[in-house]
């Protein structure tokens, strides 16, 4: 070809541009692309590089021959993609978009090279197929990819006719709905066929927004309902009443503010003495003493982030006169020395029988000699004691048996427990000796129960048996989510009495809850050693094989992703410099990578269950952590955090943490979509059902930037999810405003309500006695993930 074109100034100005952007392109590739290579990655980058260096310098002095360089490096491109990842859409569009775009501007610009016709005819022909080819490929990415069905599982859910409750109130008094962890309601008159006509009924606010980054405080609250009541409980320790049909406050009661970190109310408990059934005596008292049903009969009894335990009536709002002092027991009785902000209740107490079950959430990570991790019963009518489990000493069975208090420093109980009534056993998902993640420190009762599932007995708080899925743990995979209790019909008639158990690890555990047998294949499997002096590494791990894993597959180079080419290869970069060999790759003093990371897996919200198609619905976040280990004379005096990001100081041991999150430099997840998911399973079969990403880029996004782009990526969720018996899963917990239904026995999302903020709550429905209506509530008050909050309470009905 000849250059026997002279353009126009403009024409000169922009291959002056588009030239120096390509150009500019493959130094960066260059550059990285030799560092990516020295450390045995792909050479993609840097002959990519080369071939946009080359191309960029041509298109600049107005050489054709830059235009057939552009043409071999985009060709070169979709066939390294190809190889690399197959037809996976994210990841082929996260190599092959940008090329695509500027391989589609240098063929719209041709006619500034050549005057020749062919030459100009092919570019013009190739930048329309490119720019359609774009076009539609933007169009595509607003369209759900990921998506997993297993056919024949799918069409067994579909195939499953349940009739219809009539009349039946619903009642959510727990705060999964019940003591199972099942979030799970027999009330189905919205149904996959009418939910499209779902409207907001009414609209409430609590008042109480709270301030992003203040005092750590997020609204994470799951409301209760019963009778014609609902009751919300507010970061801050207020409790409101509002009416079920019209959002109208009946009252309010105010608890006070609490303290200055991780500011929580997840949920209450109700308690009906008149109704309930005595699981355990306070001892000294009568065997066979009735429930005193004088005062307030129906209360609710709720942590406060101060460390007190209050009970209100149900009916006014006021305190409970014959419980503990005034309405309030002090929970930090027995406790030792506690710090400022070291020690509240994160979770909702358990209400088993006539006792009040509560563990405790103690500051992660700061330093070793922390609060105890000891889970108490209080009798629910007067506020007593009755028993106490200590993780650090199984000889104390109620008081503390020294003037420090329980045994400090032990795993604790932060998230829900379940209980069996007819097994007479609560069962506690329990946490870590802090520090997380250097326990050289740790006694062997520390190993022995954390991150275990424990099964006590509800009359004496004595282990029946226990169930750990981490050995030593020293990645913070905490038992998560509440453990749901549920049985399993078996094909010959008989009944499996079963624990389903998530972690942070992604793994789900499928246990006997009578002895803590598993009812699914877990193995001992062999697992990286560390080499940290003074600590300690077990040699095996449990993985849980007889459960579908969820979010946590080994990585490799070619699952690093970008929302471009360019962060992408930094993603690479960082991938391939650092240590990484799977879930269980120990911390060290050299960059390591950790996925999952510290947030799951699954995390707090639980699972919710339909025993009528045996699928129990699991939601995860996927975001992978980059840390190593820092000898604690290098940490400067007064630095450092206990959960954020950056230097996590770990006093009391040889090491703190550096910790980021496993992100490239535009602040988007290193490995490919989806970032979070829900799934389906089936807890007869074992079997993965379906699952589907969950949650869009709407109000989130590169460098924290919310696109507005309702691009269903599948982003990390935290909360908990509600399954009808009409076939539907509502779900909130995403980072971007909506609350969904989906078909829930087949994962297809259909409908969803834009929220005025985020939410983390769990979605809760009931049938009203006085209206005959049924309603779906949410909390919106705001997601870790936004600034934005709000104090919305919102009701949907049908029309």
């Known amino acids: 070809m000849v250059d026997d074109v002279i353009p126009s100034r403009l024409g000169r100005a922009w291959l002056a541009t588009l030239g120096a952007i390509i150009l500019l392109a493959g130094l960066y590739f260059i550059g990285g692309g030799a560092w990516l290579a020295s450390l045995g990655g792909s050479w993609y980058f840097l002959i990519a590089g080369v071939l946009l260096i080359a191309a960029g310098a041509m298109i600049i002095r107005r ?41 589609a501007a240098v063929a719209l610009s041709v006619p500034l090279f050549t005057r020749a016709r062919k030459a100009r005819v092919t570019g013009a022909a190739l930048g329309a197929v490119a720019s359609v080819g774009i076009v539609l490929t933007a169009i595509s990415a607003f369209q759900p990819k990921n998506i997993i069905r297993d056919a024949e599982s799918v069409a067994a859910a579909q195939d499953v006719v349940v009739e219809k409750t009539e009349g039946e109130a619903g009642d959510w008094k727990a705060w999964a709905g019940d003591n199972h962890g099942s979030r799970f309601s027999r ?52 409790v409101i009443s509002y009416d079920i049909d019209t959002g109208k406050e009946n009252w309010r009661y105010a608890a006070g503010k609490g303290n200055s970190t991780y500011q929580r109310c997840r949920g209450m408990a109700y308690f009906d003495a008149t109704t309930a059934k005595k699981s355990a005596g306070v001892p000294g008292a009568e065997a066979d003493a009735p429930l005193d049903v004088s005062v307030s009969p129906q209360r609710l009894i709720f942590p406060t982030g101060d460390g007190r335990l209050v009970a209100i009536d149900a009916h006014t709002g006021k305190p409970v006169a014959n ?53 108490r019963a209080f009798d629910a009518v007067t506020g007593t004691l009755v028993w106490a489990w200590d993780p650090g000493n199984p000889q104390v069975t109620r008081e503390p048996l020294s003037p420090e208090g329980y045994t400090r420093g032990t795993p604790n109980v932060w998230v829900g427990m379940s209980y069996d009534a007819e097994l007479g056993m609560v069962y506690l998902p329990t946490g870590n000796a802090t520090p997380d993640f250097w326990a050289g420190f740790r006694t062997d009762a520390d190993d022995r129960y954390g991150s275990s599932i424990v099964a006590v007995n509800v009359a004496t708080g004595r282990p029946v048996w226990s169930f750990q899925t981490v050995h030593h743990d020293i990645w913070d995979f905490d038992v998560t989510g509440q453990p749901l209790v549920y049985d399993i019909a078996n094909d010959d008639g008989s009944v499996s009495k079963a624990l389903s158990v998530t972690s942070k690890t992604g793994m789900i555990y499928l246990l006997d809850r009578t002895n803590g047998k598993p009812l699914a294949d877990i193995k001992e499997l062999p697992v990286p050693q560390g080499n940290l002096p003074g600590e300690r590494y077990s040699p095996t791990q449990p993985h849980s094989v007889g459960m579908p894993n969820i979010g946590n597959q080994t990585l490799k180079e070619s699952d690093m992703w970008g929302a471009t080419p360019f962060d992408q290869l930094m993603c690479r970069i960082i991938f391939k410099s650092s240590r990484y060999d799977g879930v269980f790759t120990p911390p060290g003093e050299d960059w390591a990578i950790q996925y999952p990371g510290s947030l799951g897996g699954m995390n707090w919200g639980g699972v919710s269950v339909d025993p009528t198609t045996n699928l129990m619905f699991v939601n995860d976040l996927r975001l992978g952590l980059h840390y190593n280990m820092v000898p604690a004379k290098d940490i400067p005096p007064g630095t ?31 490995q490919a979509p989806p970032f979070g998911t829900l799934s389906a399973v089936n807890l007869k ?62 994962g297809e999302e259909v409908w969803k309500s834009r929220l005025p903020v985020g939410s983390q709550s769990g979605p809760i429905t009931y049938r009203s006695q006085k209206t005959g209506k049924q309603y779906v509530v949410i909390f919106a008050g705001g997601s870790p993930h936004s600034d934005k909050r709000g104090d919305s309470v919102i009701a949907y009905a049908l029309p």
């Open 63 to 103: 050489r054709f021959v830059g235009v057939l360089l552009v043409a071999v490096a985009v060709a070169y491109t979709v066939i390294w993609a190809l190889l690399d990842v197959g037809l996976k859409f994210w990841p082929l569009l996260s190599r092959v978009f940008a090329f695509a775009i500027m391989g």
């Open 187 to 238: 009330v189905g008159d919205i149904t996959p066929a009418n939910v499209k006509d779902l409207k907001v009924a009414w609209t409430a606010h609590t008042g109480e927004a709270v301030v992003p980054g203040l005092g750590d405080a997020e609204d994470q609250n799951t409301p209760l309902q019963v009778g014609d009541s609902l009751y919300v409980c507010t970061t801050y320790s207020t």
């Open 323 to 375: 419980f503990g002092d005034n309405g309030a027991v002090d929970l930090k009785v027995g406790m030792g020395e506690v710090k400022p902000g070291y020690y509240q209740q994160s979770s909702s107490p358990l209400v088993a029988g006539n006792l009040v079950i509560v563990g405790g959430r103690v500051i992660d990570n700061f330093e070793t000699n922390e609060p105890p991790g000891v889970v």
């Open 640 to 670: 450092g955090s206990s959960e954020g990001m950056g230097i996590i100081v770990q006093k009391g041991t040889p090491f703190g943490t550096w910790r980021e999150r496993f992100m490239s430099p535009l602040g988007v997840p290193c």
């Open 685 to 746: 079969t074992h079997k993965l059902v379906w699952q589907v990403p969950v949650g869009t880029v709407q109000d989130t996004g590169p460098l924290g930037i919310a696109t507005g782009l309702q691009l269903p990526l599948g982003m990390p969720t935290l909360g908990p999810s509600l399954a009808t018996q009409s076939g539907l899963l509502f779900f909130a917990g995403t980072q971007d405003f909506y609350l969904r239904a989906y078909n829930s026995r087949t």
